[in-house]
């Protein structure tokens, strides 16, 4: 029996995010940050209490640099491992990049919010 506590056999969801989110060198409340939810959520992510709805899950995947079928059964690549990640320019760049993104899908549920209240607003 082997102590990996992320090995394949013994890993939750709550493992590869948290796993994910350390191969990045992201802390718990900067992940939380930049994925537009309460530190107390991404904890009980991370400690298998709760998961994310699927865009939630999907915004993650993205932030991380992983696939969601990895983040959910482990199977397929888990992104960045940390003695591959020497680039730092490119790591900076890929982070910015899906800060643009977690804006975008921020905007996109914001239009999407007045889009619903208008349409409510025509129907009385």
Known sequence: MTDDYYGDDAATFGDRLAA???????TQSQLASRAGVRLATLQNWESDRSEPRANKLQMIAGLLNVSII???????????????????????????????????????????????????????
Do not use: H, M, Y
């Not at 800060?99 to 975008?104: L, S, T």
């Open 20 to 26: 994910a989110r350390e191969a990045l060198g992201f």
């Open 70 to 124: 990895w983040l959910l059964t482990g199977v397929g690549e888990g992104g960045v491992q940390p003695e591959t990640s020497g680039d730092a320019a490119r790591l900076s760049t890929l982070a910015e990049l899906r800060e643009i993104r977690v804006a975008q899908q921020r905007l996109l549920d914001r239009i999407s919010r007045l889009e619903k209240k208008l349409r409510e607003a025509g129907e009385t």
